[in-house]
DNA sequence: TGATTTGTATCAAAATAAGTTACAAAATTG
DNA sequence: CAATTTTGTAACTTATTTTGATACAAATCA
């Protein structure tokens, strides 16, 4: 009777191809943890045992991390007896921009799971919209992010000790 | 022999309460969504079903995601028949960051998941440091989607349009 | 050579997000 | 006022994402 119209149906196919990257959520506040602990460490290299027991996980979690930051040439490892990772560079010339850029997918907020129905007008259009504002939020954050040094995080961490 | 020291072990307890909030996720997304459906609406009232079929979604979700944008004062419910949802405000007037700050649970990048060691001078302190700037962050991002309001999606999906 | 440590694959578990069904309460319509 | 429609929500299921654990090859050192 007064029934609103509902769209037409799109049949939508999705090829999803799966990297096994790690997860990305508490990610870049672990990354963050794990560089304070191997700054804190100067030159000598840390094992990922004891980066994982102040993080309190696994090992291999950090490993797993260790892996992006290393890609991000913000870290060095060497593998075998008395191996461990190091900064690759020192906690002055690392920002946490660097960080979540190494560790995040890097979306604060995400597009539509299913694509919206494309015979509507709204919903044709939206997802560019909101691609282009994601873009442009994470750009943001990348550049506030980017203020803080990890040479400042360091001190922010000595001054919380009490 | 030359293993580092791990840190004692801190044994913590959780009590989660369980409010069953939506998930926050592609919220964002929806909500915007939704509300540039009920402004091209106008004073009208759309129904759930009708939005759902463009966000190409359950009608449930969209109420859910309404009741939320509703004690946001950003939209205005009624039940009944020839009940439905209208925005409370013109588009000019409601700004991407008010629609944030309404679905979003609110944080960019997640805090640690289980609790650092304290035994460790890092593990610590770096809870409170990286709270500081997940605030921080936060709030620039609420800052910079309130420079959208829902009048200027609205063009740039009509602009999209061809 | 033997011990140690990273790197990575694979599996398991937990947490989170999304979708569905069901139904009471509210409001309109005839 | 009875029938119909629509929101609001609870409860449940399913899917996806994130985290954690085990296992082991390759690398390195003493």
Redesign the interface.
């Known amino acids: 009777m007064?029934?609103?119209?509902?769209?037409g149906l799109t049949t939508i196919s999705f090829v999803t191809i799966l990297v096994t990257v790690m997860a990305a959520?508490?990610q870049?506040?672990?990354a963050?943890?794990v560089l304070?602990?191997l700054a804190?460490s100067g030159e000598e290299k840390?094992?990922s045992?004891?980066v994982a027991?102040?993080?309190?996980?696994n090992p291999v979690v950090i490993r797993r991390l260790l892996g992006q930051l290393n890609q991000a040439s913000l870290v060095i490892s060497q593998t075998g007896a008395?191996g461990g990772t190091r900064l690759a560079k020192c906690p002055k010339e690392i920002n946490?921009g660097d960080i979540?850029k190494a560790v995040?997918c890097g979306e604060?907020?995400?597009?539509?799971?299913?694509?919206?129905?494309q015979d509507?007008?709204?919903?044709?259009?939206?997802e560019?919209?909101?691609c282009?504002?994601q873009k442009?939020?994470d750009k943001?954050?990348g550049e506030?992010?980017s203020q803080?040094t990890l040479q400042s995080?360091i001190e922010?961490?000595?001054q919380?000790?009490d």
């Open positions: 007064n029934s609103q119209p509902a769209f959520n508490s870049f506040s672990m963050v943890h304070t602990m804190s840390m094992k045992d004891c027991a102040s993080v309190n996980t008395a946490l979540y995040e604060v907020f995400a597009l539509h799971a299913k694509s919206p129905n509507c007008p709204v919903g044709k259009n939206i560019a919209v909101l282009k504002i442009e939020i943001t954050v506030k992010l803080y995080v922010m961490v000595e919380g000790r």
